[in-house]
Nanobody, 126 residues
Framework: RVQLVESGGGSVQAGGSLRLSCKGS????????MGWFRQAPGKEREGVAT????????YYPDSVKGRFTISQDNAKNTVYLQMNSLKPEDTAMYYC???????????????????WGQGTQVTVSS
């Protein structure tokens, strides 16, 4: 079965950086796309980055564009999220997700994908 394991979360001061990793396993072929989402207490889950396995196209919402970078190492089935210039409002649980077929419509990975990691906490203090 598909497994996604995140790592790299932690606490950092505003303006700092963190790099999250997500290693996938349990599937025989590469996902069509992978992405990172976040959810803060009392808020809806928000997509923050998507990358397509074939070609490497990336997508970001305006809230993180220019600060976050998603990348991939297909040989390792691993996706990374480099987060720079972090702000207190970036504090959330960050989740990795993978998609195939209709979950990857050509832009952002759909939040309806059934394949999720367990999450890693990112806390940014002011």
């Amino acid at each position: 079965r598909v497994q996604l394991v995140e790592s790299g979360g932690g606490s950092v001061q505003a303006g700092g950086s963190l790099r999250l990793s997500c290693k996938g396993s349990g599937y025989g072929y590469s996902s069509k796309c992978m992405g990172w989402f976040r959810q803060a207490p009392g808020k809806e889950r928000e997509g923050v980055a998507t990358i397509y396995t074939d070609g490497g196209s990336t997508y970001y919402p305006d809230s993180v564009k220019g600060r976050f970078t998603i990348s991939q190492d297909n040989a390792k089935n691993t996706v990374y999220l480099q987060m720079n210039s972090l702000k207190p409002e970036d504090t959330a649980m960050y989740y990795c997700a993978a998609g195939w077929g209709d979950s990857c419509p050509g832009v952002f990975l759909s939040p309806t994908t059934p394949y999720w990691g367990q999450g890693t906490q990112v806390t940014v203090s002011s």
